[in-house]
């Protein structure tokens, strides 16, 4: 799966990013280096959220689909 996210430089120093496809996924960092492992991690963790928040009713079924 490839996603794009979108790096700014902030105006005190250092980097945030955001991805358009997940919203309210964003990060920060110090270095280009660091905004890519911030980066990795706040995906990884919007879709932990997303999978802890989903409620299956009685009759619904999970599937997991890889991409």
């Given at each position: 799966m490839t996603i794009k996210a979108?790096?700014?430089e902030a105006e005190e120093g250092g980097f945030w990013a955001e991805v358009p496809?997940?919203?309210?996924?964003v990060?920060?960092?110090?270095?280009e280096e660091e905004i890519r492992t911030n980066l990795l991690e706040a995906?990884?963790?919007?879709?932990e959220a997303g999978e802890a928040s989903a409620v299956a009713e009685k009759?619904?079924?999970v599937l997991e689909l890889a991409l």
């Open positions: 979108i790096v700014h496809a997940l919203p309210g996924c990060t920060q960092g110090e270095s995906v990884e963790l919007w879709f009759e619904s079924r």
